[in-house]
């Protein structure tokens, strides 16, 4: 935070929101009566969901916000890159995430 010569104050903030952010931000959305002890077990409700539906292998899709999927990432051929040596990395399942119409439209 620095403060401009007229009185104003400019805010910086890191390229991304930790989740002590994201805690501070749902509290302020719910009001001044929500404790951050509430507002950090609604994140975590929240998050706790999306990673159960996506270990049952479902995408989980929010409206407007995007959808969680998992993806398999086919295994192939790579180099070390400390040796330079060929080597081969398997098969893995990922988290693909699609953004929504409206979380697009704010960029």
Same mark, same amino acid.
């Given at each position: 935070?620095?403060s401009v ?5 400019? =805010?910086?903030? /890191?390229?991304?929101?930790?989740? !002590?952010? #994201?805690?501070?931000?749902? @509290?302020? #959305?719910? &009001? @001044?009566? %929500? /404790? +951050? !002890?509430?507002?950090? @077990?609604?994140?975590? *409700?929240?998050? %706790?969901?999306? &990673? ?11 409206v407007g ?5 998992? *993806? %398999?990432? !086919?295994? @192939?051929?790579?180099? +070390?890159? =400390? ?7 398997? !098969?893995?399942? %990922?988290?693909?995430f699609k953004?929504?119409?409206? #979380?697009?439209?704010?960029?």
């Amino acid at each position: 935070m620095i403060s401009v010569g007229n009185g104003s104050v400019l =805010h910086f903030f /890191s390229a991304a929101m930790n989740k !002590a952010e #994201l805690v501070d931000e749902v @509290r302020k #959305l719910l &009001g @001044r009566d %929500t /404790s +951050n !002890a509430a507002a950090e @077990r609604a994140v975590d *409700a929240v998050l %706790t969901a999306v &990673g159960r539906g996506l270990r049952r292998d479902k995408e989980v899709q929010l409206v407007g916000f995007g959808a969680f999927a998992v *993806a %398999t990432r !086919a295994a @192939r051929r790579g180099f +070390n890159p =400390h040796t330079k040596q060929p080597m081969k990395i398997r !098969a893995m399942k %990922t988290i693909r995430f699609k953004a929504g119409q409206a #979380l697009r439209a704010l960029s």
